[in-house]
């Protein structure tokens, strides 16, 4: 499933301060503080995000936290250098009112600086009352200190991108979270007693040095069979990853678009260019990574 992003979606960065009781993971809010300097927000433009923008986001945030905006106070002149025309500034106060990651808790209020657009007719919109989910990191030698991961790491609340980003949590801490893809390794390449018949094995790299790999099975006359090994062998656990998956995601998003020639090098020509067939085929069928947030 593609879900696709609300057109009024908006994001807003900042450098968050905050002082307060801390919360847990999956608490409730504690009593509003006030909170010091800060640096101001950017807006990402009213689009449609994509899983693999929610991913990136999540996957980069040590801090994960739905947030309820309390105030938000225009800040002009010399309080907003910078600014641009057709922005407004707001210095926004908001109660933490669940937190999904975050180790040692957050605190229950929480200010930040935001930059955010005006409407057609030049007025500001108001912020009061809205919700937003929050991706931020920890300051560290600050502890009372957030940041924002990124430009676009506060997201409009909704109950669409709450699940979308509460089911990339979950499958990031399950038992067999999938290793980070950051490359493809050497191939191999059998094939059969009949003609038509092959297996192909092309292992990939990753950060942690996990094994993974992809099998990608030819019998004549039916459709290739692939799958993907979380391990040293190919079983019957390995199969092919569904879209907008954390495994999907670390497949279609960070795999290079053909083979690189030294993972066939070893290889027979005609083995070879089967071996090109069969990749090029697993990433038709991962199919496209798309995204609205370019990355850096």
Known sequence: MNQAWPATGKIILGTIFAC???LPAQTSVAAPETSSERTPARLLPEADLRYADYADLVLNASV??????VKAQRLKGELAPGLAPDKARFLVEANVQSLFKGAGGLP??????????????GKAPNLKKQRAILLAEKVPGRP???????PYSQLNWTQVAESRVRAILQDVNAASIPPRVTGVGNAFYVPGAIPGESEAQIFLTTADNRPISLSILRRPGEQPQWAVALGEMVDDSAKMPQRDTLLWYRLACFLPSTLPDKSVA????????????????????????????KRP
């Open 20 to 22: 307060a009781t801390f």
């Open 64 to 69: 994960v936290a739905v947030v309820q905006i």
């Open 108 to 121: 229950g209020t929480i200010s930040y600086i935001a930059d955010v657009p005006l409407d057609p007719k």
């Open 144 to 150: 009372l200190e957030l940041r924002l991961s990124s």
């Open 266 to 293: 070893a290889l027979a020509p005609g083995d070879s260019q089967a071996v090109r067939r069969d990749y090029r085929f697993v990433m038709e069928q991962l199919g496209a990574c798309e995204r609205v947030i």
